[in-house]
């Protein structure tokens, strides 16, 4: 799990019980995400955090197939995509499951998880594929 | 904001260091053969410089780059600043010496930007460099990396537009053309549609000359009052209008993938200078992969939505074309080395201006307009730049 930092740390508590959660604020609504000190709209501190349903659609993606780094070099070619969420916020993902490299823009999407030596990351998987 | 910088501060020098893999000089050696340059081109001496700003450096450990640069340069001028605003650092700069020598803090300011890049670096800190730009928490993990980013942007953009991985090989074409006709260019070897579409696959629809070059490089150039440029013995270039705007750093708090704030900055800096698109004679549109000039030729209305990938494809953009763009080769064949590509931009547009160019020489050459970015496509520039006072 990369870094627990105060303003995220209920993030990534979340992932590792295989929950996706975002932050929504107490005085304007909006879901947002990277998780922050204040509301980025309304400038409210007030948040309470709530468990998205993990379901989104795919924005826009692309196939890697030169990898940024060593430890990415067996992975390659996959599959980086900007996802929007049903309740807002646009997050960035892997693609993983079978059919992931068949993405389409507007491709419906579910979150799932995935346990690394350092913790558990949120990824997506498409719906009807996996 | 109106007209308050219009004519208020000219580019009385211009200069280059040796570019390609210089692995005798170092990244503030590079930045000290540009500003060298760059003074003698201006015909001012060293101590007449009395504000010096520059960007950031990969490759050198130093903080504070800007007094470190002045310290190496034996510089002590009365204003100094590193300023970072990725790509768009060169052009944000002259806005801000334009403003300084109005205000009447400065009279000629150095602007240096470059880096080894290309021989300077480590693999480790070369993929460090190109890692940094993604969110370290929420982009970084996925590996995510600015092609990859810059590769979301591509297939958003050519979705929404159709624009074409054919246009976007144009875009490469043309560069390598220009950059044919410049004697300091990195890489002149001329490339056809086929081989840019045929070369390795970076990350998806962008392959390895879709992207920029890495360089060593180095850029500089003198901003000044106008009343410096009288006795000059070249042609100053007045700052007519510019523009900033700022959306986002991370791609994920983009508000767009298909409008971007191009559109803002080059408004702000039209309303500036007085004019409108139709008065550009030739551009110098940031490049660090094929399809930003695509994007940006349409964000500041050059071309309408949608057909910027034509505008390269059928030839437009050729220095002898109906609108010239990238006339010096760009970032993807002039040169990239961290914040001079921008800068690059800059120096040819002056050249242009003054009609230094030979063999690539613009016909019509009043008014260039320069955008840069930074980011993915999150911090915008514009600059209006001409050839005599407005
Ligand atoms: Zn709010």
């Known amino acids: 799990m990369p870094f627990a930092n105060a303003d995220a740390a209920e993030y990534w508590r979340s992932a590792e019980k295989e929950e996706l959660a975002l932050q929504k604020c107490k005085g304007c609504g909006a879901a947002r995400f990277p998780a922050r000190h204040l509301c980025p709209v309304c400038w409210s501190d007030q948040a309470e955090w709530s468990r998205a349903s993990g379901r989104g659609t795919i924005y826009a993606a692309t196939v890697v197939r030169r990898a940024p780094s060593p430890e990415y070099k067996d992975m390659v070619p996959y599959v980086l995509a900007l996802i929007d969420l049903e309740e807002g916020p646009r997050m960035i993902t892997n693609l993983v499951g079978d059919g992931a490299l068949n993405w389409r823009i507007g491709d419906a999407v579910r979150v799932t998880f995935e346990r690394r030596v350092d913790g558990v990351m949120p990824q997506f998987e498409l719906v009807g594929n996996g | ?390």
Request: net charge negative; glycine share 12%.
């Open chain 2, 1 to 390: 904001m109106g007209d308050s910088l219009r004519n208020s501060a000219v580019i009385v020098g211009v200069g280059e260091s040796e570019i390609g893999k210089v692995p005798h000089m170092t990244g503030l050696g590079l930045n000290a053969q540009a500003a060298k340059r760059a003074i003698e081109d201006a015909g001012l001496r060293p101590a007449d410089i009395d504000g010096l700003f520059t960007a950031y450096s990969f490759t050198e450990p130093y903080f504070m780059l800007g007094s470190v640069l002045a310290e190496y340069l034996g510089l002590k001028p009365n204003l100094c600043a590193s300023i970072v605003v990725g790509g768009a650092s060169p052009a944000a700069m002259i806005g801000h010496a334009a403003a300084a020598i109005a205000a009447g803090r400065a009279r000629a300011i150095l602007i240096c930007a470059g880096e080894n890049r290309a021989t300077g670096l480590s693999r480790d800190q070369a993929v460090s460099a190109l890692a940094a730009v993604g969110h370290p928490y929420f982009e970084a993990p996925y590996g995510a990396f600015i092609p990859s980013l810059y590769g979301l942007v591509a297939n958003r953009y050519m979705h929404e537009y159709g624009i074409t991985s054919e246009q976007m090989a144009a875009v490469a074409v043309q560069s390598r053309r220009h950059a044919a006709l410049h004697p300091n260019a990195h890489m002149r070897t001329p490339i056809e549609v086929s081989d840019v579409l045929a070369a390795k696959r970076i990350s998806d629809p962008l392959g390895v000359l879709d992207c920029c070059l890495i360089s060593d490089a180095g850029g500089a150039i003198v901003v000044a009052h106008p009343d410096l440029a009288k006795d000059q013995r070249k042609a100053p270039a007045w700052l007519f209008g510019l523009g900033e705007h700022h959306t986002h750093e991370h791609l994920i708090a983009a508000p767009s993938l298909t409008e971007f704030g191009a559109s803002v900055s080059s408004k702000i800096a039209y309303d500036m200078a007085g004019v409108s698109p139709d008065d550009v004679d030739f551009a110098e549109l940031y490049d660090c992969f094929s399809i930003v000039p695509i994007i940006e030729a349409e964000e500041v209305g050059l071309c309408g939505r949608g057909e910027a990938g034509l505008h390269f494809a059928e030839g437009h953009a050729a220095f002898d074309a109906k609108l010239p763009i990238n006339t010096h080769g760009g970032m993807l064949s002039h040169a990239h080395a961290g914040a001079a590509g921008g800068l690059f931009g800059v120096i040819e547009a002056v050249r242009q201006l003054r009609g230094e160019c030979g063999a690539r020489q613009v016909a019509k050459r009043d008014l260039a307009l320069i955008h840069s970015e930074g980011g993915i496509m999150s911090s915008h520039c514009t600059l209006l730049l001409g050839r005599d006072r407005r």
